[in-house]
């Protein structure tokens, strides 16, 4: 794992993350996304994103995915056995840091052509196709990066159907196309490339600007145009057809083996959990570990849901005691974190031994933690570091092996195989909670009384958040427990009383992120409301950093 000395999430201003996100929100009022048409599971369309390592190839996968057809990125040198079980109706080869004559570059491996399948090339992508179909690549005199105009030469190319005949987009190459390859024509240029885009009768396409960045306002359609128009796709990629199909699959995966899964309380694990108990019912036992550090009632609102209403078989273990045995007299924030997921692993191990023999471990892994962790991607800053949810180094210790049915989907796609599934709502939009939970809310020394503190405070901020309906807008709202104490005055006594610090942030992504303009009306209720009702606290302050430089977390 990289990163292993700390479990927070790196700081980094790496653009793809937020860029992708950024396509999320920004999307609405694009022309909509035909409606999908149900398709019998096994007949899946896969459009296959070939990755030449660029920091955007994430966003291309999740462009066509909106378009309700299913994408995967695999690296450049994936071989045809691998890609055709995928069922591909066509490419898209990625952009990427190389340059075409350089040697000993990742080019398009022999099918991408031979296959005669459509293909759309970005930047990088485009310049490979060139290259190997005889064209012409020169290092661009004038480098592009930033916006441009794009200038349609033909009205009739499907690619571009309904789109203006000039529209802005976003540019980012140097090499430039000098010549396109035998039977292909020039269809669109920008002012400091006269060959923009270049295609051929037979669905290839190369592209020198982004469609899949936020900064092509028209990038949508021409994935659009692309999947629908060119390769033909019915755009069957559905929640529901997720569902179907996952359920199929982790009945062959298991057949009458036995089946564990960590629930956190978050939609990642509710969602895993939820699928694996459709496929197989009361084979899955869920270890549900309360370790003292959660929110108030959240162990009863996790229990109530997989238990009562999801009548699932779950094994609740409260581990408090031992969690805060172990936390005694810990300050430092990163021995926090390692003491709670050594406790972790060792109470999951126990409560594990006791069901007799387990074959397999299901886990939420998300798409992003894969292509992350891929080879193609070795380049990339990292991303999420999981924490002791993510029970890394059980599966070997405990000789499982590992059932991942979100490993191809990103996170907004669970939420709706979450909602599919029936989970309740709540639970689908949670804000994020962090595994060492309150523990890393309090600066200093974790004790009962301070968590009791913070409970009550955190109840009010979530309270109130969700009564402004700020709740799903905020990225993350919650209380913190500074340790140190502070003089105040109530009634007709000097009190001496504990801070609390209000965190409301907006972000995409938790990689950044920007202090919330909360209404002062609001923060006035919370402030009088923690004063009054929170025995102990004579202070509350707010906490008006962005991150960087700060963390969203305080510890
Ligand atoms: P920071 O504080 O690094 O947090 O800006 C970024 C995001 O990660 C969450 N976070 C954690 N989540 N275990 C987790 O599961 C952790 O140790 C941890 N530390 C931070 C945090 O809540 C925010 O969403």
Redesign the pocket.
């Known amino acids: 794992m990289k990163n292993e000395q700390s ?5 980094t201003d790496d653009i793809e993350v937020s860029t992708y996100l950024g396509i999320a929100k920004e999307l609405h009022g694009e022309q909509a996304t035909p409606e999908p048409k149900p398709l019998p599971p096994g007949e899946r369309e896969t459009i296959v994103v070939i990755d030449f390592g660029s920091q955007y190839s994430m966003l291309i996968a999740r462009q066509i995915r909106e378009c309700h057809v299913y994408c995967e990125l695999v690296p450049w040198d994936t071989p045809w056995e691998k890609i055709a079980p995928l069922n591909p109706r066509g490419f898209v080869l990625s952009g990427g840091p190389a340059s075409v004559y350089n040697p000993d570059v990742p080019l398009a491996l022999p099918y991408i052509y031979d296959k005669h399948l459509p293909v759309m090339g970005i930047c990088y992508g485009t310049q490979v196709i060139i290259h190997q179909l005889g064209g012409q690549i020169s290092p661009g005199e004038k480098h592009e990066y930033g916006h441009a105009i794009l200038y349609l030469n033909t009205e009739d190319c499907p690619l571009f159907a309904s789109l203006p005949t000039s529209f802005p987009v976003w540019m980012s190459h140097g090499d430039q196309i000098l010549e396109t390859p035998p039977d292909f024509k020039t269809l669109a240029y920008t002012d400091n490339s006269p060959i923009a885009v270049a295609g051929n009768d037979e669905g290839i396409f190369g592209l020198q600007f982004h469609p899949e960045v936020v900064h092509t306002p028209v990038g949508k359609t021409i994935f659009q145009n692309f999947v629908y128009k060119v390769c033909g796709c019915q755009g069957n990629w559905t929640p529901a057809n997720f569902v179907t199909e996952s359920i199929e699959k982790i009945k062959k995966q298991v057949g009458k083996g036995k089946v564990i899964c960590a629930l956190s309380g978050g939609v990642d694990s509710a969602v895993t959990a939820t699928l694996v108990h459709q496929a197989i019912g009361n084979n899955l036992t869920c270890i549900f570990i309360n370790n003292g550090l959660l929110r108030r009632q959240e162990p009863e609102r996790v229990l109530n849901t997989f238990l009562s209403n999801l009548k699932m078989n779950v094994s609740y273990v409260d581990g408090s005691e031992r969690f805060l045995e172990r936390l005694k007299g810990v300050t430092n924030p990163e021995t926090k ?1 390692h003491a709670i997921g050594e406790e972790f692993i060792k109470v999951f191990e126990e409560e594990a031994a006791k069901l007799g023999k387990v074959n397999f471990l299901a886990q939420g892994t998300l798409y992003p933690d894969v292509i992350e962790s891929s080879s193609a991607s070795e380049t990339k800053a990292s991303v999420t ?5 993510n029970v890394g180094g059980l599966p070997a210790r405990m000789k499982l092996s590992l059932i991942e049915p979100l490993r191809y989907l990103f996170k907004d796609e669970v939420r709706e195989v979450g909602l599919a599934l029936g989970l309740p709502e709540d639970m689908i939009w949670r ?6 939970g309150l523990a ?1 809310r309090i600066v200093g020394e974790v004790t009962r009384e301070r968590l009791e503190i913070l409970r009550a405070a955190d109840w009010i901020v979530m309270n109130e958040i969700k009564k402004a309906n700020l709740y799903r807008q905020l ?2 709202s919650f209380a913190v427990l500074i340790g140190i104490k502070s003089v105040g005055v109530t009634g007709d006594y000097r009190s001496y009383g504990y801070t609390i610090a209000i965190r409301a942030i907006n ?1 995409n992504d ?2 950044t ?1 920007e202090w919330a303009h909360l209404p002062y009306d609001l923060l006035a209720r919370m402030s009088d409301r923690i004063v009054n009702e929170v025995p102990n606290v004579n202070r509350v302050v707010y906490d008006i950093t962005s ?1 960087p430089p ?6």
């Open positions: 479990h927070r999430i790196p700081t974190r570091i999981k924490t002791h949810h804000q994020p909670f962090p595994g060492p890393i990225w993350q972000s938790a990689m992120a991150k700060a963390t969203i977390e305080w510890e």
